[in-house]
């Protein structure tokens, strides 16, 4: 249902639609004029014209009408590897940006685990402050990042 490959299959009927009309007649033309043309004499003219093409014309305007079919038929296979591939890049594009995130979250609760270790330590006494700091800075930084 993607709009562009209905428009290229609609393209592609319309052009296999079109392969008949490479036999169509020339339409047949009358004309007719009345008046005063070169005297004083009220004069009427009545023209038929009739236009044909040449065999080797029908033959070449089918094989480019055909062609026109086969250009349709590509660009609608094209349209659809283009959405395929799109979509599949999506696909990968979400898939990467979940994986980033559900290892940001592991990184959270080892940090979470640093930061109780490093605020026990200095609670006790083996540690200073700065490591203290430096525990809860990194996983300041890292819930930044999610």
Known sequence: NYPTIQQAFLQTQQ???LTGTAKVLEP???STSGGQ???NVFDYNI???QGFKLPNA???EQKLLQQ???V???YQAVTKSELVRNVSNTYYNWLNSYQQYRLLLQTDSLFAD???FANKKYEVGESNKLEKINGTLQRKELQLQL
């Open 37 to 39: 043309i070169n005297s």
């Open 72 to 74: 349709a038929q590509s």
């Open 28 to 30: 047949f033309n009358i």
């Open 47 to 49: 023209g038929a014209a």
């Open 58 to 60: 029908y033959k070449a």
């Open 15 to 17: 052009q296999q639609a």
């Open 114 to 116: 640093y930061e109780k």
């Open 68 to 70: 026109n079919v086969t």
